[in-house]
């Protein structure tokens, strides 16, 4: 059997599925062998992605087109996957706190999932049209997504703040499992900051790619305005943490609708609306 890169990332998506099954599973159970091999198949998907990525750039130059494998709405939900699972193990391996996978890893394997079988995405390798055919690609892709991926990481964060509780010990077995809400709440503020950061430089070097190509940096295209709706929602909530001194569930709350305005700008602006990204969606 020839294995092609759909294959491969096809695959990924059941390694991911059940790395956060194992992730719940060591979060219920509490056995430190079932975390660790929860990080070994983390790990293991990743590297199955990475390969996948890496022999999709190369039937790219087979075919003719010889282009990163990031131009259409396949590509970019299996790199957003990718990224996602990177800024997790990051995170994993700074904290030593395997129980957030379970809130992290559900976000790369819906994404990866939805990639690889919803009949609405074309997973073939075509060619670039005119507009992608600029080395501002590779730099406005990456960037963005990320923060996005940042986002989704800070989004699982926030939910988990939301369910903790604030007693150290409250009594019930799976909350007193997960990190205190302080620990949470600086995990959090973190990555919106490096997501955020990521994010900001993602609508600079596409303000200037969009002047390459179109003639001007801002058009208020769909796609460019719900980013920089998400972005206002980032910078509300770190404004509001440095000035206000907002924490807690204030900032969980605006991670989750921050992320909710990713998906829109991402999903929504693709299938709702049509402007100079409406590409994104083939």
């Given at each position: 059997?020839?294995?092609?890169?759909?294959?491969?990332?096809?695959?990924?998506?059941?390694?991911?599925?059940g790395?956060a099954?194992?992730?719940?599973?060591?979060?219920?159970?509490?056995?430190?062998?079932?975390?660790?091999?929860?990080?070994?198949?983390?790990?293991?998907?990743?590297?199955l992605?990475t390969?996948?990525?890496?022999?999709?750039?190369?039937?790219?130059?087979k075919?003719?087109?010889?282009?990163?494998?990031?131009?259409?709405?396949?590509?970019?939900?299996?790199?957003?996957?990718?990224?996602?699972?990177?800024?997790?193990?990051?995170?994993?391996?700074?904290?030593?706190?395997?129980?957030?996978g379970?809130?992290?890893?559900?976000f790369?394997?819906?994404?990866?999932?939805?990639?690889?079988?919803?009949?609405n995405?074309e997973?073939?390798?075509?060619?670039?049209?005119p507009?992608?055919?600029?080395?501002?690609?590779?730099?406005?892709?990456?960037?963005?997504?990320?923060?996005?991926?940042?986002?989704?990481?800070?989004?699982?964060?926030?939910?988990m703040y939301?369910?903790?509780?604030?007693?150290?010990?409250s009594?019930?077995y799976?909350?007193?499992?997960?990190?205190?809400?302080?620990?949470?709440?600086?995990?959090?503020?973190?990555?919106?900051?490096?997501?955020?950061l990521?994010l900001?430089?993602?609508?600079?070097?596409?303000?200037?790619?969009?002047?390459?190509?179109?003639?001007?940096?801002?058009?208020?295209?769909?796609?460019?305005?719900?980013?920089?709706?998400?972005?206002?929602?980032?910078?509300?909530a770190?404004?509001?943490?440095?000035?206000?001194?907002?924490?807690g569930k204030?900032?969980?709350?605006?991670?989750?609708?921050?992320?909710?305005?990713?998906?829109?700008?991402?999903?929504?602006?693709n299938?709702?609306?049509?402007?100079?990204?409406?590409?994104?969606?083939?």
């Open positions: 059997m020839d294995v092609n890169s759909s294959y491969l990332l096809s695959l990924t998506t059941f390694v991911y599925l790395a099954a194992i992730y719940l599973v060591y979060w219920i159970f509490r056995l430190e062998k079932v975390g660790i091999l929860g990080t070994i198949i983390t790990i293991g998907g990743f590297l992605e390969a996948g990525i890496i022999l999709r750039w190369m039937e790219s130059y075919l003719g087109y010889g282009h990163a494998p990031l131009s259409n709405l396949y590509e970019s939900l299996v790199f957003f996957s990718w990224v996602t699972i990177l800024v997790y193990l990051v995170i994993e391996f700074k904290t030593k706190n395997r129980v957030i379970a809130f992290a890893t559900p790369a394997c819906l994404a990866i999932a939805y990639a690889s079988f919803s009949p995405v997973d073939s390798i075509q060619p670039l049209i507009a992608l055919q600029s080395n501002w690609l590779l730099a406005h892709v990456i960037t963005c997504f990320l923060g996005y991926a940042s986002f989704a990481v800070a989004c699982g964060l926030g939910i939301l369910i903790r509780g604030d007693k150290v010990k009594g019930n799976l909350l007193d499992a997960l990190p205190t809400r302080r620990v949470i709440d600086d995990l959090m503020h973190q990555t919106i900051i490096f997501g955020f990521w900001t430089v993602g609508i600079i070097t596409g303000a200037v790619w969009a002047n390459q190509a179109w003639g001007t940096y801002w058009s208020w295209d769909p796609k460019e305005t719900w980013s920089l709706i998400t972005w206002f929602v980032y910078a509300t770190l404004h509001a943490r440095f000035v206000r001194g907002w924490a204030k900032i969980a709350y605006l991670s989750i609708i921050g992320f909710i305005s990713v998906i829109f700008t991402y999903f929504g602006v299938f709702l609306l049509s402007g100079l990204h409406s590409y994104g969606s083939s």
